[in-house]
């Protein structure tokens, strides 16, 4: 994981020195957090991007993982756009807690139908349908 997190670094160097921005996506980005030095390293990483002209997108099935790590709470801290979908619960409470949520935008992710839920840009909730018929 740490050689593949330096390769892309190189390449957010490379391509900002051609004015390239570098679009990353990361799924089951909690993987990152499962080792302390990981962990640490991603958190540095992940904020990094933006100061290379990058764009990292993490994807994660179950928030909970984030959530519980302090690694995880702060980058979910500092997104500008967070795209939440149907929570369990206890997720639910504490993407509450982190975000201050209301009890209106809580209950949209506790009962959010399959492709809808809560989009977080800035500090802005907006409730979204992205159901395709």
Known sequence: MTMIVDAIRNRLVVNRSFGKPTYIKID???RFLN????SRLFESFYAEVRKFGGYITGIVQNVNKLLHSEA????LSNSEIVVMLRQSQIDAA?????????KIQTDKLLTAEEGCGLFKCGNQFINFDGRIE
């Open 28 to 30: 089951e980005v909690g």
């Open 35 to 38: 080792d302390m030095y990981l």
């Open 72 to 75: 995880g709470r702060n980058m």
């Open 94 to 102: 504490d993407l509450k807690e982190l975000y201050e949520l209301s």
